[in-house]
């Protein structure tokens, strides 16, 4: 058995979307350190995470490799092929098909669809005996772990049969012998958890994806091969047992076996809707024979979950080549071949922890959620519900960092409490030029009744820029329309602000740094900086005719330093004009 297991997360990849979270049926999904992992404890390998996941951090794990050290080691290693692969080869003649993997190496191919057949027979046969009462079925692997993990009061109800391909697995060391190996070939996940469990009867199992990069790499299309005779299923074509792969396939196979015509027969497909359709069965079913059919995947295996996604080929159209595949069984192969496929299921259930409303508050509270108005239910988490996502954090599958509400709250808290820490005035001004922040140092600086405003509402959110102080107004405005940050001096009453505008969002949000230049300690800013800028120029003219002259200009630069760091000493500079300026400035 491989080391990693079915599903995994390539931790590098993942980057904390929570969409698996999500998506995941049985939350079987743990999130730590911003990396979400799963639980193997909790999976039932439905495989749900790695088709949603938008960066592909969810992985199936490759058995090729697994396979080919099995052609190594054994003479005759055998396909078992699941019927769906009418779906996923569509309009590919069967001797091509056959062909091409046994150019792999492998010694023969066979359907899995003839142990399905033998499983529709046991099952006839033990609802022929006793009616009244429920049957599940036992065919999907990710159904049975649904029930065993979730849903183990109804381990009673579950037939007691080996799934189809370890039907098939029995079926082809009876006519081949023990020491031939048995890859699986499907679009299931679950698929590979048989084969890890049973080792001694499937050897490997590999998905349609999987088999279609082995050909691939190896230079082999199916489509061109040429079959001949012996390119065909061992020992025989399967009948029934190829609708296995659709909704009610099971069940209808299973009528043509079945003497007793009273059994009700149901199909359902898809995590949810299994768990929907089980509660109440026992007590309803009691007085009459009711068999469930429980696939895993929506619409059945032909939508599993390394099926092809081909546009012009929906659920019907893979139905129709399911039913085009298959036939009623004659009359000498209704009578079962005599395997044994008895099957116990234990159960396995999750020890659930009930959480007391102090502990489940308090995990609210870790996350800015004081009230009851403040559980939105968003689910941005991938939670149902925020009492949900408590339960999660308290059992340490979750993150408060998953909270998007929290996150959006502690992000705008930081950022207010940097605005209001800026010793320069700041403001925050959308598309409407209305106020979305800005500190009390605004306030102080545009004067007048801005102040007594804000100190009845600090922030001022929603204040009209016009209104407070209209001279900033068409700055503002050329700030929305452009991404280029620029600084200007404006004239206000008897003093001179310097306004500097940068983007937040174009078209929507810009934001403008407010100094008061006419302060002294604001002019000394500006002497140091203007002299600064005259130095920078001078050092780059002296370095350039130093260069043509041949000559190092180490001395200079020292001098110059020496002079700014003069300016930066002085104490009692003052004077000097405020320059009006057009000029491009970083944040």
């Known amino acids: 058995m491989d080391a990693q297991p079915p599903i995994y997360t390539e931790n590098t990849k993942c980057r904390d979307c929570y969409k698996c979270v999500r998506e995941c049926p049985v939350k079987a999904i743990q999130v730590t350190n911003e990396v979400a992992s799963i639980m193997l404890e909790r999976c039932v390998f439905c495989g749900t995470c ?137 679009p299931c996940v679950a698929k590979k958890v048989e084969a890890d469990s049973n080792p001694d009867l499937l050897n490997a199992a590999l998905t349609f994806e999987g088999i279609k990069h082995w050909l691939e790499e190896s230079g082999i299309d199916p489509s061109k091969e040429t079959a001949d005779d012996s390119d065909r299923f061992v020992p025989r074509r399967a009948t029934d047992g190829s609708l296995y792969p659709m909704d009610g396939g099971m069940a209808q196979s299973i009528a043509y076996y079945a003497k007793n015509k009273d059994i009700k027969y149901m199909a359902f497909s ?8 089980l509660p109440g069965l026992v007590e309803s079913a009691a007085k009459q024979g009711v068999f469930l059919e429980l696939l895993g995947c929506e619409g059945g295996c032909v939508n599993g979950p390394k099926a092809s996604k081909s546009k012009g080929c929906g659920t019907a159209m893979k139905w ?28 396995s259930p999750l020890p659930k922890k009930v959480y007391s409303p102090a502990e489940i508050e308090e995990a609210l509270r870790r996350v800015g959620k004081q009230s009851a108005a403040d559980e939105i239910n968003c689910s941005g988490c991938g939670y149902d519900s925020c009492r949900h996502f408590a339960e999660a954090l308290l059992a340490d599958r979750a993150e408060p960092s998953m909270c998007v509400s929290y996150m959006r709250n502690l992000a705008m808290n930081k950022a207010n409490a940097l605005i209001r820490s800026m010793p320069a005035g700041v403001a925050l001004v959308d598309e409407h030029l209305a106020i979305v922040e800005c500190n009390r140092r605004f306030a102080e600086i545009i004067g007048g009744d801005t102040l007594d405003i804000f100190d009845v509402d600090p922030g001022m959110r929603g204040a009209s820029l016009k209104k407070t102080v209209e001279e900033l107004c068409p700055h503002f405005e050329r700030g929305l329309e452009s991404e280029t940050n620029f600084r200007k001096d404006v004239r206000l009453g008897d003093r001179l602000l ?90």
């Not at 898809?270 to 359709?277: A, R, T, V």
């Not at 039913?323 to 234990?346: Q, R, T, W, Y």
């Open 50 to 186: 790695v088709n949603v996941c938008p960066v592909g951090a969810k992985k199936i794990r490759n058995d090729v490799g697994r396979a080919k050290l099995l052609l190594r080691q054994k003479g005759r290693v055998i396909v078992s092929l699941a019927p769906s692969y009418v779906s996923e080869f569509r309009g590919l003649e069967e001797g091509k098909l056959v062909h091409a993997l046994k150019k792999l190496g492998f010694w023969a191919v066979s359907e899995t669809a003839l142990g399905a057949q033998e499983v529709s027979k046991a099952c006839a046969e033990e609802m022929d005996k006793n009616v009244a009462r429920p049957y599940i079925s036992t065919a999907c692997p990710t159904a049975v772990e649904l029930v065993r993990r979730y849903h183990p009061e109804y381990i009673p109800c579950l037939t007691p049969f080996s799934s189809p391909v370890l039907a098939h697995c029995k079926l082809l060391r009876r006519e081949y012998g023990d020491d031939i190996g048995i890859v699986m070939v499907s």
């Open 270 to 277: 898809g995590i949810h809707y299994l768990q929907d359709s």
């Open 320 to 347: 129709l080549s399911v039913i085009g595949n298959s036939s009623e069984p004659k009359a000498d192969e209704m009578a079962p071949i005599g395997l044994d496929l008895s099957l116990s299921v234990g159960p």
């Open 498 to 587: 310097r306004l500097t505008i940068f983007t937040v969002e174009k078209d929507h949000m810009v934001g403008g740094f407010l100094q008061d230049v006419t302060e002294p300690a604001v002019q000394r800013e500006q002497i140091i900086q203007r002299a600064q800028e005259v130095i920078h120029k001078n050092v780059a003219t002296v370095q350039q005719i130093a260069f043509l002259l041949g000559e190092n200009a180490a001395e200079t630069e020292i001098m110059l330093d020496s002079l700014t760091a003069s300016f930066q000493l002085e104490q009692t500079a003052t004077g000097g004009s405020a320059l009006d300026e057009d000029s491009p400035h970083g944040n």
